[in-house]
């Protein structure tokens, strides 16, 4: 079955550039996450949607970062005005969270930024 | 607010054993386990909720003490597709479905 699909999978930016990175999760799955996993470290949580609602945005680095997902499905992280330092992996998962409790997680293959 | 694995890195010979640990300062719901190949996404291992629960899949597992916020996976006569970097995730109770990953601790397994 498809999983979780990430586009592009590779995005070479100039500094000061905006792009747009997509997440398609797994058909149903209520949540969807986003992460940014730098060269050697674990994922780091940005962000977190239950269907529309963006429930947390407390790990985006800073106002440059914005994240959508306008009908529950698709999800879109924008980066604005890119910086060397937002080179990295970003990870988006999901999950299909039916019901409380902890639930295992999608992931998938990426998009690596660099920025120039 | 991340969590602290050991040993950071481990080089095993085939059939040999492994323990990987991670720790956190605080209190948690559950306790995700996943492995990452280089250049592949994370795959889910397991998910350890109550304290004192224990867990196994071929011969990986896990156990989470949750008094202790701690939780340890188990790799027993470990294969070479076994290679790969651990992460552990925890879920705080003041923060559900929000997984913080530890730093991960690679794992090589040679013939």
């Known amino acids: 079955g498809a999983g979780v699909s990430q586009s592009p999978r590779y995005k070479v930016a100039k500094r000061g550039q905006d792009v747009a990175l997509r997440c398609d999760p797994i058909?149903?799955?209520?949540?969807l996450f986003w992460y940014q996993q730098a060269l050697g470290q674990g994922p780091e949580f940005l962000t977190y949607?239950?269907?529309?609602?963006?429930?947390?945005k407390s790990g985006l680095p800073s106002d440059r970062f914005f994240a959508e997902r306008p009908e529950g499905s698709v999800s879109t992280l924008k980066i604005q005005r890119t910086q060397q330092e937002d080179s990295a992996v970003y990870l988006c998962?999901?999950?299909?969270?039916?019901?409380?409790?902890?639930?295992?997680?999608?992931f998938g293959p990426g998009t690596r930024l660099t920025v120039l | 607010q991340q969590p602290v694995q050991s040993p950071q890195a481990v080089i095993l010979r085939e059939g040999e054993d492994a323990v990987i640990n991670c720790s956190s300062s605080?209190?948690?719901?559950?306790v995700h386990w996943y492995r990452q190949k280089h250049g592949e996404a994370p795959v889910f291992l397991m998910i350890?909720?109550?304290?004192?629960e224990q867990k196994g899949h071929d011969k990986i597992s896990a156990s989470f003490n949750e008094k202790k916020q701690q939780s340890s996976l188990y790799l027993t006569a470990s294969q070479l597709s076994y290679s790969g970097t651990y992460f552990c995730?925890?879920?705080?109770?003041?923060?559900?479905?929000?997984?913080?990953f530890g730093p991960g601790t690679s794992l090589s397994v040679i013939p």
């Open positions: 998962a999901s999950s299909p969270n039916r019901d409380r409790g902890p639930h295992e997680q999608f």
């Open positions: 995730g925890t879920e705080p109770k003041t923060s559900y479905d929000k997984v913080i």
């Open positions: 350890l909720l109550k304290g004192g």
């Open positions: 605080k209190a948690l719901y559950s």
């Open positions: 058909s149903g799955h209520v949540s």
């Open positions: 949607f239950q269907n529309e609602a963006q429930l947390d």
